[in-house]
């Protein structure tokens, strides 16, 4: 069946680090792959998303790569803020009809002042 | 911007009670969902739901659980003879057709706690 394979955390940067999350993915047909976001308290927020593989998705300065051939997703952030702090999700829909999220397990990301 | 609304955010029930979890999914989405994540564990899917019925579910999704959109506007969870292991957070979430694309909206969650 489909999975996704996150990092394990926290992981713990300082202010203005380059971040990279790590996730990769095995799925059956053509997957799309997303990116949600939760912030203490709050519920899933989709940061970005690819549909199609060498697809770059983007959004508020991550960007993540679908690269087919490694089966990977990976979040990076050129310089991280302290609001950056919170629980990332890899996910993908695997396609083919299918109706739901196949998610990981969440990278909990701390960024310190 | 639209908006999937959970209510309550918060619920706390004793072992053996029925709950309902309710949902206000975005108006013109067609397809609407619920998962669950237990502390500390990842988001995994429950259902969805799709021209007034259940579309696809996963293994968790057993004779304990329902779903039902009794209007227009709401689309419901019910729990029946809930477990200490049913405690978690509970996310609904809503999709145009080409879900693909355009993605998935989630809400904020209700908190079940099973006492």
């Known amino acids: 069946g489909d999975s996704v394979t996150q990092m394990e955390g926290p992981v713990t940067l300082s202010e203005e680090a380059f971040l990279t999350i790590n996730c990769t993915y095995t799925?059956?047909?053509?997957?799309?792959l997303f990116w949600y976001v939760q912030y203490p308290g709050e519920g899933l927020q989709l940061l970005l998303k690819?549909?199609?593989?060498?697809d770059k998705g983007s959004n508020k300065g991550f960007e993540a790569t679908y690269r087919k051939e490694t089966t990977s997703f990976h979040l990076e952030k050129g310089s991280v803020q302290v609001s950056d702090s919170a629980v990332y999700f890899c996910?993908?829909?695997?396609?083919?009809?299918?109706?739901?999220?196949?998610f990981g397990k969440g990278t909990h990301l701390i960024i310190q002042p | 911007e639209p908006e999937v609304t959970q209510t309550p955010s918060h619920q706390v029930t004793q072992m053996g009670q029925e709950v309902i979890l309710r949902c206000v999914p975005i108006?013109?989405?067609?397809?609407f969902y619920w998962y669950r994540q237990i502390l500390g564990q990842k988001v995994e899917f429950l259902v969805s739901?799709?021209?007034?019925?259940?579309?696809?579910k996963s293994e968790i999704f057993d004779d304990q659980f329902s779903v039902e959109r009794p209007d227009g506007s709401n689309f419901t969870l019910k729990i029946r003879s809930t477990k200490l292991e049913d405690s978690a957070m509970y996310f609904c979430?809503?999709?145009?057709?080409?879900?693909?694309?355009?993605?998935?909206?989630f809400g904020s969650g209700t908190r079940l706690t099973v006492v």
């Open positions: 996910a993908l829909n695997s396609g083919g009809g299918a109706d739901g999220l196949t």
């Open positions: 690819a549909t199609k593989a060498d």
């Open positions: 108006s013109n989405h067609l397809y």
């Open positions: 979430a809503s999709s145009e057709r080409d879900r693909q694309t355009l993605g998935y909206t």
């Open positions: 799925a059956t047909g053509y997957p799309s």
């Open positions: 739901f799709y021209n007034n019925e259940i579309s696809e």
